[in-house]
T-cell receptor
Framework: DAMVIQNPRYQVTQFGKPVTLSCSQT?????MYWYQQKSSQAPKLLFH???????NEADTPDNFQSRRPNTSFCFLDIRSPGLGDAAMYLC??????????????FGAGTRLSVL | KQEVTQIPAALSVPEGENLVLNCSFT??????LQWFRQDPGKGLTSLLL?????REQTSGRLNASLDKSSGRSTLYIAASQPGDSATYLC????????????FGAGTQVVVTP
């Protein structure tokens, strides 16, 4: 059974139209991450939550926001998508990011297209 | 800043041949190194995780080695099968990060029948 679930799998939006991607987990993990992966590139961390504490990467554009209303759910909001935001968005969880041993579990991803 | 490199970017082998995938990193101060598999249009599946104190990890036909002094990890896949066709990514967790994995761009593998 899937432990990290991302919805939808495919999302098409229009240039400038806000979009929200969803991630849920059944692992009860403390940490949730959002990565952006463009075609043939390495995944790039956008931000992460440790419980309710939000941690933004320095180079993440302001256009990207996130919400974590509870342990199980985390959302990625793109306020005004541009063509350059078309990518695969990956959600991951880990029990505790401070401990080096913990594996990150990834969802199946949401592929975002911007028209 | 940690940089993770995977060369070659793509690899094609006939079925049955052993696969050798390379990963190099610039900062040896890592907690662990992880190998992932990614099928086209899909998310990441963790294959193996090697702690910094370990030299290798094995799971079935997969074996991953870690040499921190040289900044290298190698993933071996024995007796490759067409179902092994995928992109393989390595990622490490440096001690100055906070759970932030630094990924390589991956090696795309095609195993031909």
């Amino acid at each position: 059974d899937a432990m990290v679930i991302q919805n939808p799998r495919y999302q098409v939006t229009q240039f400038g139209k806000p979009v929200t991607l969803s991630c849920s987990q059944t692992l009860n993990h403390n940490v949730m991450y959002w990565y952006q992966q463009k075609s043939s590139q390495a995944p790039k961390l956008l931000f992460h939550y440790y419980d309710k504490d939000f941690n933004n990467e320095a180079d993440t554009p302001d256009n990207f926001q996130s919400r974590r209303p509870n342990t199980s759910f985390c959302f990625l909001d793109i306020r005004s998508p541009g063509l350059g935001d078309a990518a695969m968005y990956l959600c991951a969880t880990s029990r505790d990011g401070r401990l080096g041993k913990n594996i990150q579990y990834f969802g199946a991803g949401t592929r975002l297209s911007v028209l | 800043k940690q940089e993770v490199t995977q060369i070659p970017a793509a690899l094609s082998v006939p079925e049955g041949e052993n696969l050798v995938l390379n990963c190099s990193f610039t900062d040896s101060a890592i907690y662990n190194l992880q190998w992932f598999r990614q099928d086209p249009g899909k998310g990441l599946t963790s294959l193996l995780l090697i702690q910094s104190s370990q030299r290798e990890q094995t799971s079935g036909r997969l074996n991953a080695s870690l040499d921190k002094s040289s900044g290298r990890s190698t993933l071996y896949i024995a007796a490759s099968q067409p179902g092994d066709s995928a992109t393989y990514l390595c990622a490490d967790l440096t001690t100055d990060s906070w759970g932030k994995l630094q990924f390589g761009a991956g090696t795309q593998v095609v195993v031909t029948p």
